[in-house]
Structure formats: C-alpha cells, structure tokens
C-alpha cells in the first residue's frame, strides 16, 4: 500500500546584496529524472517534486547556474514515501559535491521505510558560471514500489565583495573621471576669466602727461589705478560649476558641484597673472560601486592677448580624499592631482561685433591614488595619467551689453595606468565632440554675469554636461 504524505514545499529566498537592481544570483531551475516532475514558484521560490508510481530505483537532479559570485546559506527539509521493504533514502548537493542525506536500507517501519523527514543547512561559495543544486531519490524492494517527494529548501545569498585590487582599481577609475573632468572645466574657466580681465583693463585703461620739474619734459604713462573698477590693479572674479556625466550602457554617472574664486593682476600690458582656488564635491557610480568626495585644488594661472593672438595656460594641483561603497563594504582614499592647461586662439573678424576664433587646447595630468582604511585599507597606490587635446573654434558676437559665443570642437582623449585592471575601468580613449554655448553681460556697478553650458563626449560612451554660473567683481 502506498501511503502519501503531506510535505512542506521547497521555497527558496535569496536576498542579494551589493549587486545591480534587478539581478539575480541564480538562473531558472531545471528538475530532471524519471517519472513525473515539477517545478512551481520562480527562481526565489521554486519547489521541486517527483512521483514515480512503480518505481524500485530512482535519482533526480535540481539544478541551475549561478550568475553571480558570493555565499549561499540555506536550510533545507527533504521528505517522501520510497515504500516499506529494504527502503533506501539519499541527498547530495552539487559542486560541492556533499552527502547531507544517506539513509537505508530499512523495513517497516523504520526511517525511511513507510515514509521519512530530513532537514539540516549548509553553506556554500559560488562563482558566476558554477552549477549549483541537489541529487536526490533512493530505492526499495517492496511489493507496492513506490518513489514520491519534495525538497524545501530556504536560503539566503551575499554577493561576493569586490578583491583589495579591485577595490582600488574602482577608486581609481572613479576618482580619475572626474578628476579629469574637474581639470578640464577648470582650465576653460580661467581661460575665459583672464582673457575678461584683459579686455577689462582695456577697458578702463587711462593715459596720464607727467611732466619732469628738472628738464621740462613730459612723460607719458598708462593706467588702471585710477578707476573705481579696477582699485589696485585686481580683477576678482566668482564661480559657480557643475557637471553630470552618465554612460547607460555600462552604467556610470559621474557629477561635480563646486565653487571657485580668483584674482588677478597685469604684469604686461598684454599679460595677466592669477591665482585661483576651488572646491568640487564629488560623486560617482560605477555598476553597484558608489564613491562620494572632496577634490580641493589650487590653480595658479596666465593670460595673454596681443592683437589677434591669445593664450592661456595653468597649473592645477589638487588633494582629494573618497569615501567607497561596494558588496566588500566601506574604505576611504586620499587622491593627489597634478595638471597642466594651455589653450591658444586667433580671432577673425568677420563682420561687425562677429569674431571667429579657431583654437588649441592640450591638458595633461597625473593622479596618484592610495588606500587609507576599511576596504581599502593596505591597497597600496595606482597611478593613472590623462591627455586631452582639442581642436576646433568658437563664433562670438558682441553688443551694447555684453557677449554670446558658441563653440565646437573636437577632443582626443588618451589614459594610461599601470595596471590593466584599472585600463579596463576607465573610460573609452579617442575622438569625440563638444559643443559650448555661453553669455556675459553688465549687470552694473562693476560686477559681469556669466553663464555656460557645455555638452562633452559626443559620439563616445561617456556623455557630459557642465555649466557654470559666474560672477567678476572689479575693485
């Protein structure tokens, strides 16, 4: 006589941490063996079930593939009928291949025989691609055979955590983007802010006759002291900067907030010299990596113009210190930035007020980034150095009150590291676009208003958008 049993169902729960929304650890289950079998549920809560009227010897096999690496903890409760006579009982998990049940043979009505209940945990680590699951079945030599049962199953998984190297590898792909893009917002800032100071002091400049008591004769000088815009000879000026950068396809975002002031004071009649300071409040997310920081910077700069020509250059060197998340937890870093800007223009007239500008532009950098505590902790340092030249030009139209230009270019980017793992994190090199947009305009009382916007990384992966609203202040 075959007598059936109530059973609990096989329900597994896997609660994933640290990996992308949506992601799950294992692939659909697949239940294979003689007679009739069943899977109900999904993937989260499958139950496996077998029936095999008749039958005197049987094996099923529960499996699936893992899609991500970590730890898999599980209890689980294996019941059934195999009959009365020399009744066998067995389960085995997968890779590793462990026995957690081998029962048998008994009579009536021992366990197994006449209907039996096992339960126990067990915890495993998986990689992505591994073959997971359980063996299960047995026999009996009983006039009535008979095969039937589940297995229940409740577990949990922790997504694998991210190596040492790892972990610093993300740090210095993250912390280099935007890095990179702080750089390159900051060179075109001053850039446009020591070629507004030279236009200014010509401006306000004044030429004064000063007359020698002795000979009589007569000196001819040329200044700005002796304007309320220009007290002292300094140009002053206030910025406000932000920028976002996302890639879909591989999901990164990257953005930027911060603030930036300088001044500055003509050593030539045709030159300027400055020094700027900046703050950028940092953040970046790669795939399930977030990393949150501070980039301050010192800038020291140049501006020339002499007829047509004009030019700038500057140097950056900046400290930062991140904050990273990711499955492994939490570690912090400190970050060293060294860059150089230059950029070089020649301005066409074309019409009344109307002025093309073809343009250079190179900015070369070095970042060293080093492992502090947590998970970074004893990570050591990588290094990651950048170029970026531009090439192409800008139109600008001036009035009454103010200025509008639009710009395009072409920008060539090349990063090199020592290691390949953070090469592979980093953003794609080579060719893509950028076009600029921006206004300046009076506002009275010796204070401009200058507001941008810049779209980068066209027909790249990366795609950036930077604007900037800034103020000058002449004193």
């Not at 006579?85 to 081998?102: C, D, G, K, Q, T």
């Amino acid at each position: 006589m075959i007598e059936k049993r109530t059973t609990v169902a096989v329900t597994v729960l896997f609660a994933t941490l640290a990996a992308p929304v949506g992601a799950q650890p294992l692939s659909s289950w697949d239940l294979s063996g003689p007679g009739t079998t069943t899977i109900t549920g999904t993937v989260l809560s499958p139950t496996f079930e077998y029936n095999l009227p008749g039958g005197t010897n049987g094996s099923w096999t529960a499996s699936a593939t893992a899609l991500q690496s970590g730890t898999l903890s599980y209890s689980w409760d294996y019941s059934g009928f195999h009959a009365f006579f020399a009744v066998r009982a067995n389960l085995s998990s997968l890779n590793p291949a462990v026995s957690l049940v081998s029962a048998g043979p008994s009579n009536c009505c021992a366990a197994p025989s006449g209907g039996f209940s096992y339960s126990g945990t067990q915890t495993i680590v998986i990689d992505a691609g591994d073959t997971v699951g359980f063996t299960f079945g047995g026999s009996n030599s009983d006039s009535s055979p008979a095969l039937q049962g589940l297995l229940d199953i409740l577990a949990t998984f922790v997504a694998a955590g991210p190596t040492v190297p790892e972990e610093i590898a993300n740090l210095a792909a993250g912390s280099n983007t935007v890095g990179r893009l702080v750089v390159i917002n900051a060179g075109g800032l001053t850039r446009s802010r020591g070629q507004d100071s030279l236009t200014t002091r010509d401006g306000v400049l004044s030429f004064t006759r000063v007359a020698d008591p002795e000979t009589g004769s007569f000196t001819v000088t040329q200044s700005t002291m002796d304007s309320a815009q220009m007290m002292g000879g300094l140009y002053t000026w206030v910025d406000l900067t932000g920028f976002r950068a996302e890639d879909d396809g591989t999901n990164r975002s990257y953005t930027g907030r911060g603030l930036q002031i300088g001044a500055d004071m003509a050593v030539m009649p045709d030159m300027v010299v400055g020094l700027s300071l900046g703050v950028q409040d940092l953040d970046a997310t790669v795939g399930a990596v977030g990393q949150d920081g501070v980039l301050r910077y010192l800038q020291p700069y140049m501006a020339y113009a002499s007829g047509p020509w004009s030019g700038e250059a500057s140097l950056i060197y900046g400290l930062g210190d991140f904050t990273q998340t990711s499955g492994g937890g939490t570690g912090e870093g400190d970050t060293r930035l060294a860059a150089l800007t230059f950029n070089g223009g020649y301005d066409i007239a074309v019409d009344q007020g109307v002025t093309v500008t073809p343009m250079l532009g190179l900015v070369h950098g070095v970042e060293r980034i080093e492992g502090v505590s947590g998970t970074l902790a004893g990570a050591g340092t990588e290094t990651v150095r950048f170029t970026q030249a531009s090439l192409g030009g800008e139109v600008s139209h001036s009035t009454a009150g103010g200025a509008i230009f639009a710009g395009l270019h072409a920008d060539w980017l090349n990063t090199d590291t020592d290691t390949a793992l953070v090469q592979d994190l980093l953003v794609d090199d080579g060719w893509t676009g950028r076009v600029e947009l921006g206004l300046s305009t009076e506002v009275g009382n010796g204070i401009s208003l200058d507001t941008s916007v810049a779209l980068s990384g066209l027909g790249g992966d990366l795609r950036s958008t930077s604007g900037a609203l800034r103020f000058a202040f002449r004193f």
